[in-house]
Nanobody, 127 residues
Framework: QVQLVESGGGLVQAGGSLRLSCVLS????????MGWFRQFPGKEREFVAT????????YYTDSVKGRFTISRDNAKNTVYLQMNSLKPEDTAVYYC????????????????????WGQGTQVTVSS
């Protein structure tokens, strides 16, 4: 059974930082892209960041560039999202996702590029 377990969400003041973690179990980790998405109330889930299967390529949505950093530790089957300079508009439920394709050669930025999803973790940024 494949599982993604997220942790690290919470309440933080504007300008603060949080680090989200997500552990994959039940399948191999080092041959698929990993990503983070977020969902605002009443909105569709949207792309935040992705890291390639090899860990050497990352891609971000424009609104988080320069503030968020995605990384992975293949030895720990874990993907991270370091979020700095947080803003109230970053408040959302954040989801980690595991890619659907073996060794994808381009950034996985859409929902259908991912096969497995975490349960979501709430991030709330107060002003």
């Amino acid at each position: 059974q494949v599982q993604l377990v997220e942790s690290g969400g919470g309440l933080v003041q504007a300008g603060g930082s949080l680090r989200l973690s997500c552990v994959l179990s039940g399948r191999s980790f080092d041959d698929i892209a990993m990503g983070w998405f977020r969902q605002f109330p009443g909105k569709e889930r949207e792309f935040v960041a992705t890291v390639s299967w090899s860990g050497d390529r990352t891609y971000y949505t424009d609104s988080v560039k320069g503030r968020f950093t995605i990384s992975r530790d293949n030895a720990k089957n874990t993907v991270y999202l370091q979020m700095n300079s947080l803003k109230p508009e970053d408040t959302a439920v954040y989801y980690c996702a595991a890619g659907a394709r073996y060794r994808l050669g381009y950034p996985a930025r859409t929902l259908n590029e991912y096969r497995y999803w975490g349960q979501g973790t709430q991030v709330t940024v107060s002003s």
